[in-house]
């Protein structure tokens, strides 16, 4: 993963972890303290926004794919557990959107941003130009 990439990275976790409704998916101790029905066990599979955020610090993931792996693997497996808890079920498909979302921001390199960014402006411009129409024509 360039360093790019990386810092796309760390700040999708940054701002899924700073949400305070997905605090509990920062580590497994958390989660399981607000959630006391699960076991450790049940988590073998699970991995935890902390878990994630040491392994791109150090570098681990080779590439995009398998970072998005690792950011699947804080829902998908949680909503698998039995008994289900509906709470929790809801939390995480929150988190499951708003990851998802995130990630699917994230341009491949900063070509693709710098165009995201253009498109931005234009569609800012559009915006501006459509009121300033709409208020020559009421006037």
Known sequence: MDSFLLLQAKEVIRKLGSKPIFR???????????FPSIQRKDLKN???????????????????????????????????LQPINQ?????????RNLAIKLVSDIPDNEHQQEIKSIQAIIQEMNL???RTINQDLTT
Do not use: C
Not at 24 to 31: A, E, N, T
Not at 87 to 95: D, I, M, N, Y
């Open 24 to 34: 509990i998916f920062r580590s497994k101790d958390i989660l399981m303290q607000y």
């Open 46 to 80: 699970w991995v935890d926004l902390k878990s994630i955020m040491v392994n791109l610090e150090k570098r681990k993931y080779k590439s995009k794919k398998e970072w998005i792996a690792d950011v699947s693997m804080v829902w998908k497996p949680l909503l698998g």
């Open 87 to 95: 709470l929790l079920v809801a939390v995480t498909h929150e988190f």
């Open 128 to 130: 501006l130009t459509q």
